[in-house]
């Protein structure tokens, strides 16, 4: 029996990117502002675009350290990634409605099929 969750390497992916940010300048497993920055940057552009939950990132940073130690654990770094899934979905059914079925747009990612307000 080998039969993998489905979810499992989107769990792999979220680790696997907080890990690749948290050992960048110094090795361990928290981020800094800066790496926390970058991580942003690099691996979700497009969402710091559209997201409003990603708006403020200094103001962000604050909110999610939610035990004052300037850095963000992966505890407190996967809260924001559960606000930004959630907005991203929300974002999904804009221009779908789910009174005619269930359909998702791009989200926060954005693409060619949005039109403007
Ligand atoms: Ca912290
Ligand atoms: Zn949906």
Redo the contacts with the bound molecule.
Sequence with gaps: MTQQCTLKNALQTFVDTFHKYSVKYEDRD?LNCKEMKQLLNKEMPNFIKNSKELKDIPNLMIE??????????FN?FSVMLARVILESHEKMHEDNPLTKGHHHGPGLEGGPKQKGK
């Design positions: 928290a999610l350290d939610t035990n004052l130690d300037k850095e963000l654990s407190e």
